[in-house]
Structures are given as C-alpha cells and as structure tokens.
C-alpha cells in the first residue's frame, strides 16, 4: 500500500472502474457500467440540475459530492437493493461510514469531505439533495439506454415504483417526466 495518503486514495478510487454496478449483471446486461462510469453520471446530471435549480448550489460541494456518493464500494462492492434489503436497517449505511472514514483519514479534507458525503445520505443540503436526485436520474436513463440498446426487457424493476414525486428537485421532477416520455413513445 502507498504511504502517501492521496495516492493511497487515489488507488482504491482506481478500482471503481472494475466494479461492475451488480443490479445490471444480475438482469442479465453485458458489458455493464461500472461503478466509476455510473459516480461520472451523476457527477454530470449534478452539474446539470444545479443550472436548473433557482437555490445558490457550491458546484465545487456538489461534485466533490456527487464523486464521494459511491467510493465505499471500491471496498465494499455495489450491493444491489435486493441484496441489500436482508441486512439490518442501517447496517449497509453504517458499512459505507465506516469505509468512507478509514479511506479519508490521512487526508486534510477527511472531515469535510466525509461531512459532505452525509449530507448526501440524509439529504440536509441543495448539493445532497441535487446529487441524490441525480444518482436516481442516471440509473433509470442507464435503465432507457440499455432497453434501447441491448434488447433487455427484464429492467422493468428498475421502473417500479419510480414517479416524478420520488425526486426532490423540480429540475429533476422535469427530467425524469421526459424520460418517462421519451420511454413510453419507444415501446
């Protein structure tokens, strides 16, 4: 292991790439997105919605965020919700705090960076909430272009239960209403 702590950092963020997001492999998707192809999604979509909202969004918190949201999992792995749902309440959040802490300890920007990163998980600020919405967002349009692209019907699951309620922002509200659009002229 590197004794330097941002290389060390930048090393375990490096498995990203090789972590594939499981809910796909499990429907049957080949060549599934990556964790670190699904946090640049988000990143993306982040950006967006902060153009979108009329609230004051601190771009520099709401990447550093949206980049942070999913980092445990390059230790822990992508734990697919149904997975996830047999464990007790809490217990994958806790996990996840826990990673997060032992990966940022040696960095300057631990305690920040990890205080961000809650405010993503309870969503108490314009930059969780932002990323929250965008981390959903960018798994259901991952859900249309895999439908379009590869033929896989059986993503329906990832639809269930998705409304334009379930998003906080009217920005992403506004999204997801012309995904659900442009979804149901393709089928």
């Known amino acids: 292991m590197a004794t330097n702590p941002a290389l060390e950092l930048l090393l375990r963020a490096n498995q990203l790439k090789r972590v594939p997001r499981t809910g796909w492999v499990m429907r049957g998707v080949a060549g599934a997105e990556s964790v670190a192809d699904h946090s640049f999604g988000v ?6 919605l902060a153009e979108m909202v009329e609230q004051s969004v601190n771009e520099a918190k709401l990447l550093t965020i949206a980049l942070l949201h999913d980092l445990p999992e390059s230790v822990i792995s ?4 149904p997975a996830a749902a047999y464990f007790p309440a809490g217990a994958k959040r806790k996990a996840e705090a826990g990673v997060l802490s032992k990966l940022l300890h040696r960095l300057p920007c631990a305690e920040q960076w990890h205080a961000w990163w809650q405010e993503f998980e309870d969503g ?6 932002l990323v929250r919405d965008a981390d959903r967002l960018d798994m ?31 920005a992403a509200q506004v999204l997801y ?3 659900m659009g442009l979804r149901e002229r393709s089928t």
């Not at 990143?43 to 967006?48: D, G, P, Q, R, Y």
């Not at 992508?78 to 919700?81: C, H, Q």
């Not at 249309?144 to 922002?169: I, P």
């Open 78 to 81: 992508d734990l697919p919700t």
């Open 124 to 129: 108490t600020s314009i930059e969780g909430r």
């Open 43 to 48: 990143a993306f979509i982040s950006l967006i």
């Open 140 to 170: 259901l349009i991952q859900a249309h272009v895999y439908e379009q692209t590869t033929g896989n019907c059986h993503l329906e699951e990832f639809w269930d239960g998705s409304d334009a309620l379930a998003f906080e922002s009217t």
């Open 177 to 179: 209403k012309e995904l």
